[in-house]
């Protein structure tokens, strides 16, 4: 499956990929069918209500990660990419007060959050441990339509139906029919890429544009991906500006601002220590994931759980680097969104599915390969700085404090940047040669995930979650 790095890089809103923006646009979609006339139930009438239920992972931390306020403002009619998180507080208080949602193309339709909104917590569906139905009646409560979504990480969203699809076919189709659709660098595997390099004399980064622009002409491509890095930039700088208590009742408070404070203070005096740059990282990622925390526009990086760490290595690229340039930050995120496309088709990017491992340590992976590329590392380099940054992150589990996007969750992207870089310096210290490849490491990561206790992914039952401080 081919996927386009405005796939893996999308803006949306926080707390969750998965279970915020996934949701919105889960219920965004049923709207469109719903739109579009697709076949009701047989003996139904005139659409009237609306209902929803949320299973597995979706139910335990739905509260804490907003599910409940995204299925809100899904089903009046928004989208993670255009809503004004500014506005999404009063949206979902006038649904409430109200009992009903008003989406553009459709009736008035009748949704009691408290009523029509169930969260789930004994039924698990099959596909995925993030699942949702929605249900759409008549006046007289027959079903009118009925839709399975699975919220599968990074904000993408499967009905049952695709989901079961997606698994049919294998590599050589899959290959064939991308070739047939123009990708002239169809590659599935890390070894497939270093291959594809080394018979076309190209680099990961090159590849993926020649793969990008058989889609969209190269200026709009070029555009796409410096509004990406400007909206990560911006989300940054708004952290940085920020500061409070986080909402949710943790009572967390930011802390970025004035750590970047006393960074700044600390500049060019001699009383800075020579591992300060670690401090420098930590807090552009935790910029960006207080930012995410409090429901703010954010970029999934791949998911927004793990949104901190590239945008806080690329920031560390341009504003630490010696040599850094706009044409090296354009190949740091073509670099990672390969990296990302490669470990999400191969194992996962979900929490709920494989622990932090597959967000934290997929983003870490993601940055150490795009600095490496920036920095000018060879395909092989780049390859091997995304095993060592994933490798050593395996096994991480998800474990948030009452379901919110805070605790660990924030610290743990500082320090997911850090390890990046310090992924890509020792790749870039070698020859490219290693005894793990990245495709064994990202298979290893997928079983691990498949062995993990569920209560350890992103259920709140396990881990941190349970450990609270005394108070």
Known sequence: MFLSIFDIFKVGIGPSSSHTMGPMTAAARFLDDLRTGREKEPGAGELAALGCSLHGSLAFTGKGHATDRAVILGLSGFEPATLD?????????????????????????????????????????????????????????????????????????????ELAAQGQGGAEALHAEKEAEGFRHPFGSAAEMLAMGQASGKTIAQMKWENETALAPRAQVQAGIDMIWAAMDNCINRGLRMDGELPGGLRVKRRAKAIHEQLKAEAGTNQVQPHVVNDWLSVYAMAVNEENAAGGRVVTSP?????????????????????????????????????????????????????????????????????????????????????????????????????????????RNGLGAIKAVSAASLALRGDGSHFMPLDNCIEAMRQTGLDMDTKYKETSLGGLAVNLPQC
């Not at 009736?107 to 909104?117: A, C, G, N």
């Not at 969260?119 to 339509?145: E, I, K, Q, W």
């Not at 390969?369 to 590392?377: F, Q, S």
């Open 85 to 161: 998180p500014d506005r999404a507080e009063a949206l979902e208080a006038d649904v409430r007060r109200n009992g009903q949602v008003t989406p553009e193309g459709l009736p008035p339709l009748r949704f009691v959050p408290e009523t029509d909104l169930v969260f789930d917590y004994d039924t698990s569906l099959p596909g995925h441990a993030n699942a949702m139905v929605l249900r759409a009646f008549d006046s007289n409560g027959n079903l009118f339509l009925e839709e399975t979504y699975y919220s599968i990480g990074g904000g993408f969203v499967l009905t049952a139906r």
């Open 303 to 411: 998911t927004n759980g793990a949104a901190g760490v590239v945008p806080a290595v690329l920031r560390y690229y341009r504003d630490h680097c010696i040599g850094a340039t706009e044409d090296g930050l354009r190949t740091f995120l073509m670099t990672a969104a390969v990296i990302g496309g490669l470990i999400k088709n191969n194992a996962s990017i979900s929490g709920a599915e494989v622990g932090c491992q597959g967000e934290v340590g997929s983003a870490s992976s993601m940055a150490a390969a795009g600095l490496c590329a920036a920095l000018g590392g060879t395909n092989e380099q780049i390859e091997n700085a995304a095993e060592i940054a994933l490798e050593h992150h395996m096994g991480m589990t998800c474990d948030p404090v009452g379901g919110l996007v805070q605790v660990p969750c924030i610290e």
